[in-house]
T-cell receptor
Framework: GQNIDQPTEMTATEGAIVQINCTYQ??????LFWYQQHAGEAPTFLSY??LDGLEEKGRFSSFLSRSKGYSYLLLKELQMKDSASYLC??????????WGAGTKLIIKP | DVKVTQSSRYLVKRTGEKVFLECVQD?????MFWYRQDPGLGLRLIYF???????EKGDIPEGYSVSREKKERFSLILESASTNQTSMYLC??????????????FGPGTRLTVL
């Protein structure tokens, strides 16, 4: 079956770095998305990876290893506003998104 | 910027009522989606549409129907609401089906409570 695994909750300190991991099993693969969702709000797009390697976008970076079925989202210089849930979603061979349950990130001062 | 709007942020309905949730996007996107989001679960796809008057079942279509009469508008219908349909409903749209351009843009969500 198709499956996405990511940790349920993580805690980090303001100013620090945090890495949120995601492993996936899909029928075929057409890319990996990361979304941010603040409580009570809509998910917003953060990144898309389809090739192996690291993509950097300001304080946020996303990494993909297709051979390992693994991705991570790296957040640097954490700010209180980064407190949110981070959703990992893999696109299968039919271009359907398989969603993880999300990782709730708590930032402490 | 892509804008996806949903007709209500909060809705309270009674068991057995017919419920309409409307979604409108302003970016001429081909694809539109309806999801529900429940605590501890990933987004679950209810229905999607790749074109006007076209619909496809997602993972959990039971108890729901949809309508897409115009490209910009995608409606979700609960024919007879039940308490287990209490959830956050999210509408999304995307330009096409080809990897990056399939990035989905979400509306603000409708939190539906069925009493």
């Amino acid at each position: 079956g198709q499956n996405i695994d990511q940790p349920t909750e993580m805690t980090a300190t303001e100013g620090a770095i945090v890495q949120i991991n995601c492993t996936y099993q899909t029928s075929g693969f057409n890319g990996l998305f990361w979304y941010q969702q603040h409580a009570g709000e809509a998910p917003t797009f953060l990144s898309y990876n389809v090739l192996d390697g690291l993509e950097e976008k300001g304080r946020f970076s996303s990494f993909l290893s297709r051979s390992k079925g693994y991705s991570y989202l790296l957040l640097k210089e954490l700010q209180m506003k980064d407190s949110a849930s981070y959703l990992c979603a893999a696109m299968d061979s039919n271009y359907q998104l398989i969603w993880g349950a999300g990782t709730k990130l708590i930032i402490k001062p | 910027d892509v804008k996806v709007t949903q007709s209500s942020r909060y809705l309270v309905k009674r068991t057995g009522e017919k419920v309409f949730l409307e979604c409108v996007q302003d970016m001429d996107h081909e694809n539109m989606f309806w999801y529900r989001q429940d605590p501890g679960l990933g987004l679950r796809l209810i229905y999607f549409s790749y074109d006007v008057k076209m619909k496809e079942k997602g993972d959990i279509p039971e108890g729901y129907s949809v309508s897409r009469e115009k490209k910009e508008r995608f409606s979700l219908i609960l024919e007879s609401a039940s308490t287990n349909q209490t959830s956050m409903y999210l509408c999304a749209s995307s330009f096409a089906t080809s990897g990056y351009t399939d990035t989905q843009y979400f509306g603000p969500g409708t939190r539906l409570t069925v009493l």
